[in-house]
Nanobody, 124 residues
Framework: QVQLVESGGGLVQAGGSLRLSCAAS????????MGWFRQAPGKEREFVAA????????GYADSVKGRFTVSRDNAKNTVYLQMNSLKPEDTAVYYC?????????????????WGQGTQVTVSS
């Protein structure tokens, strides 16, 4: 069982930055691929970014590529999402997720554990 707790959300002006963190419980964090997803009001959940267990590969949605960076620190059981040049359309609840796999997926159904989410609001 893995428990995930996100933090770092908040209110920021367009063009600003935020760094989200996701702390995981358990001793096997380094064997999980980790993903970030988001869900805006009235919209479906969408993939944002993901990273392999050993950080050897990352993936991004086209809408955030070049602005967001996903990273992880396996010694701290934590995955991060650095968000720069934020836009109002980035406003959503952001979730981290863990998959028992050496490969990340862009599909939410591939993930086994989810955090409770953290709200990110970008004002124009």
């Amino acid at each position: 069982q893995v428990q995930l707790v996100e933090s770092g959300g908040g209110l920021v002006q367009a063009g600003g930055s935020l760094r989200l963190s996701c702390a995981a419980s358990g001793r096997t964090f380094s064997s999980y691929a980790m993903g970030w997803f988001r869900q805006a009001p009235g919209k479906e959940r969408e993939f944002v970014a993901a990273i392999r267990p050993d950080s050897s590969s990352t993936g991004y949605a086209d809408s955030v590529k070049g602005r967001f960076t996903v990273s992880r620190d396996n010694a701290k059981n934590t995955v991060y999402l650095q968000m720069n040049s934020l836009k109002p359309e980035d406003t959503a609840v952001y979730y981290c997720a863990a998959a028992r796999s050496p490969y990340f997926s862009r599909l939410g159904i591939s993930y086994d554990y989810w955090g409770q989410g953290t709200q990110v609001t970008v004002s124009s």
